[in-house]
């Protein structure tokens, strides 16, 4: 098993002793000599407001600790993960649109279907860029991985590290602002930036600039065909 302590990142080859059902001793880190995980015994939720608050720790733990990877599939978590992340970034597009006050110019309902279409089509290209300036980024800046594990476990990372999406669904019930999304948008380069440091290991600088270019290259990307779109509309 390749668990790590949570606080510096050691591996180590087990985290906790059994003794009796329920009756465990956490083992301590080698390297840093504390608590290799001291998740184990925490509660869900202090996991996510640890992840929340942005604390490397966590996510540690919820990258190598967490999850036991004979009893995950991790390749049909990663492409059901992807699925989603499309589709919150489809709906983020709609979000935008609707807030510019084009939604309520489809004069049809075929217009209104390849409207859907096209919005489906440019979150699908805005994250083919997204996911190639990532990979590429954290091939030439990083170490050059050659693994095509390690660059599915850095893309399941940068999904699960998205999870500050999910507050788009509250949009749906909510009306919020349309800056509230590029609030969200900030917290998740950010938490990609974290995710990818601890993942890959190498200067949070670095892993900085990738997540910077990554996102920046899908905003121009999504804004310029946002305004191509918007202008197909009206016509
Ligand atoms: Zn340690």
Known sequence: MNFRCVQCGHHIKSLYVQYSPGNIRLMKCQNCRAVADEYIECEIMILL??????????????????????????????WKLTFWFLILDAYRISILLANSGYSASYPSLALLIW?????????????????????????????????????????????????????????????????????????VLSSNTLALNVISESAMSKCFGVCLCAHAVKFLVSLALNIRLANLITL
């Open 49 to 78: 407001i640890d992840l929340i608050l942005h604390k490397a720790k966590a996510y540690r733990h919820l990258f190598y600790n967490m999850f036991d990877p004979k009893a995950m599939n991790f390749e049909g978590l990663m």
């Open 115 to 187: 409207g859907c279409g096209k919005i489906l089509l440019d979150a699908f290209v805005g994250n083919l860029l997204f996911i190639s300036i990532l990979l590429l980024g954290t091939r030439s800046l990083l170490n050059a991985f050659s693994e095509v594990s390690r660059y599915k476990n850095i893309w399941l990372a940068i999904l699960a590290s998205s999870y500050l999406k999910l507050f788009l669904i509250a949009m749906m019930v909510w009306e919020f602002p349309s800056s509230v999304i590029f609030i969200i948008d900030i917290f």
